[in-house]
Structure formats: structure tokens, C-alpha cells
């Protein structure tokens, strides 16, 4: 056995993981500016960062008037929002997987997309379209979609992993028919506005489009911290959990709360991003290990970083049109998916 | 601490599952719960350790009513091993071990030294200190046995409760284990298939049948032949083991009857 045998069976323990937290907040910011400056005009990132330190004290005397309105009115709440999306995702992932013991949950899984793109088609359709009236459809279609899921997947209280994905799916075909012959009632005006709900986008983000994400995504962060070692007694068995003295009905509810809350949060602001939910968590735990007062932050700070490189790439790639993000995080996301599915099947031998 | 179980009954979609059944476990001692797969032998367990509410009845540990007390609070008072360990997370065996700080520990508390302290004697204790840092998923099922039985000791809990603790264990394992049990002294519950096993290492028995307690008491006389017939469908005795000396149950092939 060699002398200096690991302490951890992780790949990142011990003091490493202060480095990595340390790593991944500056990869955050560092991507954050480095997203902001890149577009049709580029912006240098010392201006970048100028711009902003000017708003955040107050003071925007002596900007340039362009690269004031490129910077802060529309670059920096679009990567904003991409960032809050992939960390609000990402949590929800952690309590999905925590909640069903499936690795392969994942909000979009489980029709929650599909719940909030009807929603936006039937507001936009039917023209009930008031200050906010398209989101806020989203957000009560992806809540119902998925309340629906959870209740037909329970028995007795108890969710069946196995049940949960196939009315996940039955729900997500459902939403989908419904939300074709509504698009074939469309205005073809109102079709790409669709598009967005169905695959997501952070393009033609405003301030105003970050405040229910941020605040759904910091407060169910705070909620989730205080349940990190619940959740690991849960994401071991229902019956374990209660034998270590954790309140089980009470731990499940919160996490159907808060990834229902999540979801709906982003979903209606960014519109049906796939996969972030699903690959982070597990690209996390393969580091840091299953330890949820670690899962936690580092799904957090993971799932904005990427989630900021991917809407990069999204609007990079084939300059100057831009393309949904889900298709992005779909084309990474799918062969992730059926790794894991393989990864599954052989240990399961 | 005693355990005092009183007239619990569970229904479950209208089918009774356990009914009226009383039991009581004194400070110290190993009581074994035995009968035929389905006999309520696990659902009274789970009522015990407050996995599952009983519809009726109380379930009394010390002074405590265990439906009336927090689930922290239970976790102080009764360890489990059960039988739905997941083992699709890769925790580590200290990982595993330390879970069992959790109601001891406040929301945002982290693990101090003397949590650590507890997790390496609880460790050692089982003789798996070697094992801390190797992966809990990929260990043989007695030392997995083993290492929950550790997590239970880091709970400081007065009472443990094993729900078919040596199912899929080669037999050396099994013996060594229930030595492990017996060893440590605590209250204890256990629910338990080979009646062999349960004579050798228990102080009572109860018998369970389609959910209601047929007898308690010590083992030669809960195990008479006639009530193994009976609720088994099986021949059986019980003779002086060779070896010790000690009652030893044993079974002939073919039906009861």
C-alpha cells in the first residue's frame, strides 16, 4: 500500500475542497465578465468591470452611453440570469435526486417544461397577455405539471422513483400535444415566442426578469443548507432516515416545495432548459462525493458556471443569429444522460 | 432503558397489518421478534423507531412517548439497522458512520473533534477502523453490517433495533455480528429468521402470526414444537447443543404434518 494513502475515497477532500469552492467562486466571476464582454460588439473586460463598479457605487458619470447600454442594460442581466438559472437547476436537481433516490431525476424530466411551455402557449394564444401574464402562466403551468407528477406517483405518501418518471413522461407528451394544436392555432408571429418556452433562453433578459429567480433560488439555498444532513440520511432510505431522527414527511415536502419552486422560478423567466438539473449534480458528486453540505455550493457555483459558458456558446457559435440554450445543454445533456443509464445497468449486475 | 410497546395495531388501505400488540423489553436485554414472512415482524419495528405511525396504540421508551416526542428525539433514544440501505451513493465508510452524529448536531453545526472522536471509536469498536476511507457501497455485506452497526453507536442511543440484520451474510458473518450485538449490551430489538439464531442469542421472543402476538417469553418455551407446527408448518425440537450445552432449536425436513 503506498505511504501516502488518500483520506477520502473522493476525488476532491480535506483542504482541496476549500480550494475548489475558492476555485469555482472566481471561475464564476471570471466567466461572468468574460460572458459580458463577448457579443457583436466586444467589450474588453477592464471596461466591463468598470462599467459595473460604476453602477454599484452609484456614479455613471463619464461612461461611454453605448457601452453603458451594452454592459448593463443588456449583457450583464442576460449572463446574470444564465447564472441564476444554472444554479437554481442545479439545486433542484440535488432535491429531486435526494427525493426519489433516482440519479437519472431531473426537473425536466418529470414534464415540468413541457407543464410551463403550455402554460405560456395558452396565455399567449388566447391573448390574455397582461404586465407578466406570459411568466406567470409558465410558472403556474410548470407548478401544476408538476403537482400532477407527484401526486400520481405517490402511494400512501411514499414517492416510487420508477413512478415519477413515467408520469413525468405521460405528462411531458400530454403538455406537448396540447401545446402543438395550440401552435398550429398560432399566429405565426407568436411561434418563436413558443420557441422560447419549449427550449429555453436568457437572450432579451432583463433586471426585471432576475427578481423571482434570485430570490426563490437565494432563499431555497438557505432552506436547503440547514437540511444538508437530513438529506443525506434521506438519500439512503426513507426507513435509515427515520431510524437517524429526521422528520421524513416533513424533509420530503420540503424538497418537493423547494424544487417545484425552483423550477417554476427559472422555467418562467428563462424558459425550458433541460439537463442542467441532471448533469451537475452528478458531475459534482463524482468530485466531491454524495456529502450535501458539500453537493449543495458546489452544485450552486458549478451549475452558474456553466450554465454562463453554455449561453456563450449559444450566441458564439454561428455569430450573429443565436440559438436556444436547451438545445445546447440537450446536445450535452442526452449522451450524458444515457452514460449514466449504461454506468447504472453495469453496476447494478 | 426500557422499551414498552402497548396494544399497537397498523392498518394500512383498510388491511389490519399488526394488531393489538403488546410487548415490553427490559434495560439490558435482547428480545427477538419471530414468525413467518408478512407476520408484522418489521412493521412493529418501524412503529418503534417512527418510520411509520401506528393507527393505534403507543410505543413507550424510558418515560417517553415515542409518537409524542420529536424525530431528533428518537434518534437519541433508538439506533436502526434497516433493511433499505441505498447503496447507489458513494459515501465513505467514516461518511456512513458520522451520519449517525445527525441528532445530536444543530442545523448549520459542523462536525467538531469530539464527533470525530466518537465516529474512530464507534470504528473501532467493530473492528473496521481500516475500512474508514474505503467506499461503504463497495465493502462485503458483513462488514457493511458491521459499519451500521458503528453509525449506531456514534447515535449514543440507549436502544438498537435490527431489522433482519444477517440476511445475504455467509455464516460467519451472522455469528459474528449477533457476537457484536450481544457484546455491546444495549436494549435491543431484533427481528430475526433463523430461530436458531434467536433461541442462541435472544433473552425473549416474541411470535409473530398474520400480525398478532401468539406468545412471548423465553425461548425454549415461545419455540414448543406444537406452536412451531402451527405458525411455521414445520417439525422442530429443541435438544442440548452438543458443543455447549445450550439449547439448540433444530428442524426435521418435511411438513408438520
Not at chain 1, 170 to 194: C, F, H, K, M, W
Not at chain 2, 173 to 184: A, C, G, T
Request: glycine share 10%; with cysteine; aromatic share 4%.
Amino acid at each position: 500500500m503506498p505511504r501516502t494513502e488518500r483520506t477520502s475515497p473522493h476525488l476532491v477532500a480535506g483542504g482541496r475542497y476549500v480550494l475548489l469552492v475558492g476555485a469555482l467562486a472566481v471561475a464564476l466571476l471570471a466567466a461572468v465578465a468574460f460572458a459580458i464582454g463577448t457579443g457583436t460588439v466586444d467589450v474588453p473586460v477592464g471596461q466591463v468591470i468598470d462599467v459595473i463598479t460604476a453602477h454599484l457605487r452609484g456614479d455613471t458619470t463619464g461612461l461611454d452611453a453605448l457601452t453603458d447600454q451594452i454592459v448593463w442594460d443588456f449583457r450583464t442581466p442576460r449572463v446574470l440570469l444564465a447564472a441564476v438559472a444554472g444554479a437554481g437547476l442545479s439545486l433542484a436537481g440535488v432535491c429531486l435526486q435526494t427525493l426519489v433516490r433516482n440519479p437519472l431525476a431531473d426537473p425536466y424530466v418529470f414534464g415540468v417544461s413541457a407543464g410551463a411551455s403550455l402554460g405560456a402557449v395558452i396565455a399567449l394564444t388566447s391573448g390574455a397577455v397582461a404586465v407578466g401574464g406570459v411568466a406567470g402562466a409558465a410558472f403556474v403551468g410548470s407548478l401544476l405539471s408538476m403537482l400532477i407528477v407527484f401526486a400520481m406517483a405517490q402511494r400512501g405518501g411514499r414517492l416510487l422513483g420508477s413512478s415519477l418518471v413515467l408520469a413525468g413522461v405521460a405528462i411531458a407528451y400530454l403538455g406537448n400535444a396540447i401545446t402543438g394544436y395550440l401552435q398550429l392555432q398560432a399566429d405565426p408571429s407568436e411561434l418563436r415566442g413558443v420557441m422560447f418556452w419549449l427550449l429555453g433562453s436568457v437572450a432579451g433578459a432583463s433586471w426585471a426578469d432576475l427578481t423571482v429567480p434570485v430570490i426563490a433560488t437565494a432563499s431555497c439555498a438557505l432552506a436547503l443548507a440547514t437540511q444538508a444532513r437530513p438529506m443525506n440520511a434521506l438519500s439512503t432510505g426513507d426507513d435509515t432516515a427515520a431510524g437517524l431522527g429526521v422528520g421524513v414527511n416533513q424533509l420530503r415536502i420540503l424538497l418537493l416545495v423547494a424544487s417545484s419552486l425552483l423550477t417554476a422560478a427559472v422555467v418562467s423567466s428563462a424558459g425550458g432548459i433541460g439537463f442542467v438539473g441532471l448533469i451537475v449534480p452528478h458531475a459534482v458528486r463524482l468530485v466531491v462525493g454524495p456529502d450535501h453540505r458539500k453537493l449543495i455550493p458546489v452544485s450552486l457555483l458549478t451549475g452558474a458556471v456553466f450554465l454562463v459558458l453554455v449561453d456563450l456558446v449559444t450566441r458564439t457559435v454561428d455569430r450573429p443569429n443565436e440559438m436556444p440554450i436547451g438545445i445546447v445543454t440537450a446536445a450535452l445533456g442526452a449522451p450524458f444522460f444515457l452514460i449514466l443509464l449504461r454506468g447504472r445497468k453495469r453496476a447494478m449486475r | 432503558m426500557k422499551v414498552d410497546v402497548r396494544g399497537v395495531s397498523v392498518v394500512i388501505d383498510d388491511t389490519p397489518i399488526l394488531g393489538d400488540a403488546h410487548l415490553t423489553v427490559e434495560t439490558g436485554t435482547i428480545t427477538g421478534l419471530i414468525g413467518p414472512n408478512g407476520s408484522g415482524k418489521s412493521t412493529l419495528l418501524r412503529c418503534v423507531y417512527r418510520a411509520l405511525k401506528p393507527t393505534g396504540g403507543s410505543v413507550h421508551i424510558g418515560a417517553d412517548n415515542v409518537w409524542r416526542s420529536s424525530a431528533r428525539q428518537a434518534g437519541r433514544r433508538t439506533a436502526v439497522l434497516t433493511q433499505d440501505h441505498d447503496l447507489d451513493n458513494d459515501y465513505s465508510v467514516e461518511e456512513t458512520v458520522a451520519m449517525g452524529r445527525l441528532p445530536h448536531k444543530g442545523l448549520l453545526a459542523r462536525d467538531n473533534e469530539t464527533d470525530r472522536a466518537i465516529v474512530h471509536n464507534a470504528l473501532s469498536r467493530v473492528d473496521m477502523t481500516w475500512a474508514a476511507h474505503r467506499s461503504f457501497a463497495r465493502l462485503s455485506g458483513g462488514e457493511r453490517q458491521r459499519v451500521l452497526v458503528a453509525r449506531a453507536l456514534t447515535q449514543q442511543a440507549p436502544v438498537l433495533l435490527l431489522d433482519e440484520p444477517t440476511n445475504h451474510l455467509d455464516i460467519g458473518s451472522q455469528l459474528d455480528l449477533l457476537d457484536l450485538v450481544r457484546e455491546l449490551g444495549l436494549t435491543t430489538i431484533a427481528a430475526l429468521h433463523d430461530l436458531d439464531h434467536a433461541t442462541a442469542y435472544c433473552d425473549n421472543l416474541v411470535l409473530l402470526h398474520r400480525g398478532r402476538v401468539v406468545t412471548t417469553g423465553e425461548p425454549a418455551s415461545v419455540l414448543a414444537p406444537d406452536r412451531v407446527a402451527e405458525v411455521f408448518g414445520v417439525r422442530s425440537t429443541i435438544v442440548p447443543h452438543p458443543l455447549t450445552g445450550q439449547p439448540h432449536f433444530v428442524t426435521a425436513p418435511g411438513p408438520a404434518r
